[in-house]
C-alpha cells in the first residue's frame, strides 16, 4: 500500500464510528472472526480498544491483521483502522 492510499483510507476513517470495542477480554476468536465478516462487508473497519485492555493497540492491530489477512492502515491512540480489498465485484472502496 502506498502513502497516497494509505492517506486517503486515513480520510475515509476518519468520518467513520469505530464498530467494535476490545476490552478485558482482548483479543477473542469470536472478535477476530467478527472484524473479519465486516472486513468482508465494508473493506475499512475502525476498531477502539478500551481502557481496561491491558494490551498494547500496536500489537493487537498486527496480530489482527494476521489473522484476518487485512492491513494496518494507522493506530492513532487507543483507535485501530484496518483495511482488506473486497473481490473483484464487491468492491466499495476504489484506492488512488
Same mark, same amino acid.
Given at each position: 500500500?502506498?502513502? /497516497?492510499?494509505?492517506?486517503?483510507?486515513?480520510?475515509?476513517?476518519?468520518?467513520?464510528?469505530? @464498530?467494535?470495542?476490545?476490552?478485558?477480554?482482548?483479543?477473542?476468536?469470536?472478535?477476530?472472526?467478527?472484524?473479519?465478516?465486516?472486513?468482508?462487508?465494508? !473493506?475499512?473497519?475502525?476498531?477502539?480498544?478500551?481502557?481496561?485492555?491491558?494490551?498494547?493497540?500496536?500489537?493487537?492491530?498486527?496480530?489482527?491483521?494476521?489473522?484476518?489477512?487485512?492491513?494496518?492502515?494507522?493506530? @492513532?491512540?487507543?483507535? @485501530?483502522?484496518?483495511?482488506? !480489498?473486497?473481490?473483484?465485484?464487491? /468492491?466499495? @472502496?476504489?484506492?488512488?
Amino acid at each position: 500500500m502506498t502513502s /497516497k492510499q494509505r492517506a486517503y483510507l486515513k480520510g475515509l476513517a476518519m468520518n467513520t464510528e469505530p @464498530i467494535f470495542q476490545m476490552g478485558k477480554a482482548s483479543l477473542t476468536p469470536e472478535l477476530t472472526k467478527a472484524v473479519d465478516e465486516a472486513l468482508a462487508a465494508r !473493506e475499512l473497519v475502525k476498531i477502539s480498544v478500551l481502557q481496561n485492555c491491558a494490551d498494547d493497540p500496536h500489537e493487537l492491530a498486527s496480530i489482527l491483521s494476521e489473522r484476518t489477512r487485512s492491513q494496518v492502515v494507522q493506530v @492513532i491512540g487507543k483507535k @485501530i483502522v484496518l483495511y482488506r !480489498e473486497g473481490k473483484d465485484k464487491k /468492491k466499495k @472502496i476504489t484506492l488512488p
